[in-house]
């Protein structure tokens, strides 16, 4: 299966939220999963992805052609997608992926992660969507959708198909299972 992982690119969060999505991406590729995402080599994205190529796992990197920059890609993607646009980056990796699952991140991934539940929401896709909610990170981000979930702000049903994991292997099966891998 192609997991699409959103997250952040900064080197300066906690160090726990790196470690645990470096881990993650070690679990991806021990079971045989693909990292689809984009492309940055620091951050949730740069660690997913060392933890992927550590165990030899394939790597897809969609970013747009300004970040083609010195130390800004990871260098050992087996395939490069290059866009013209972040909008078409996102495109992208909706088109390859198979789940999807946001580490810890900012905006971005918040912009992300919304694109795809969206997508699923409105039935123009089937993955599963997942939150890797490492040392408790989107604790907050909860309790804000169950908010909106309460004053009716969305369909019943959406918030309960989002899975909800802190643990690697618990994602990954639920994932499995959730995509008919």
Same mark, same amino acid.
């Given at each position: 299966?192609?997991?699409?992982?959103?997250?952040?690119?900064?080197?300066?969060?906690?160090?726990?939220?790196?470690?645990?999505?470096?881990?993650?991406?070690?679990?991806?590729?021990?079971?045989?999963?693909?990292?689809?995402?984009?492309?940055?080599?620091?951050?949730?994205?740069?660690?997913? %992805?060392?933890?992927?190529?550590?165990?030899?796992?394939?790597?897809?990197?969609? =970013?747009?052609?300004?970040? /083609?920059?010195?130390?800004?890609?990871?260098?050992?993607?087996?395939?490069?997608?290059?866009?013209?646009?972040?909008?078409?980056?996102?495109?992208?990796?909706?088109?390859?992926?198979? %789940?999807?699952?946001?580490?810890?991140?900012?905006?971005?991934?918040?912009?992300?992660?919304?694109? %795809?539940?969206?997508?699923?929401?409105?039935?123009?896709?089937?993955?599963?969507?997942?939150?890797?909610?490492? =040392?408790?990170?989107?604790?907050?981000?909860?309790?804000?959708?169950?908010?909106?979930? /309460?004053?009716?702000?969305?369909?019943?049903?959406?918030?309960?198909?989002?899975?909800?994991?802190?643990?690697?292997?618990?994602?990954?099966?639920?994932?499995?299972?959730? %995509?008919?891998?």
């Amino acid at each position: 299966m192609d997991i699409c992982l959103f997250g952040s690119a900064r080197d300066t969060v906690p160090a726990i939220y790196i470690t645990e999505t470096e881990k993650l991406g070690r679990a991806m590729a021990r079971r045989g999963h693909g990292l689809v995402f984009g492309g940055g080599a620091s951050g949730m994205m740069g660690a997913a %992805a060392r933890g992927v190529h550590e165990l030899g796992g394939k790597i897809v990197t969609v =970013a747009p052609d300004f970040f /083609q920059r010195p130390g800004v890609l990871v260098p050992y993607a087996d395939e490069e997608i290059i866009t013209a646009t972040m909008s078409q980056r996102k495109q992208a990796m909706v088109a390859r992926a198979d %789940a999807f699952i946001a580490a810890p991140g900012g905006v971005g991934t918040l912009d992300e992660l919304f694109e %795809a539940v969206t997508l699923v929401s409105l039935d123009q896709h089937s993955a599963p969507v997942a939150l890797y909610n490492a =040392a408790g990170f989107f604790d907050g981000l909860l309790a804000f959708l169950q908010k909106l979930r /309460q004053e009716d702000f969305f369909l019943p049903g959406i918030l309960e198909s989002l899975g909800v994991f802190d643990e690697p292997d618990a994602l990954l099966d639920w994932l499995e299972q959730a %995509a008919g891998s």
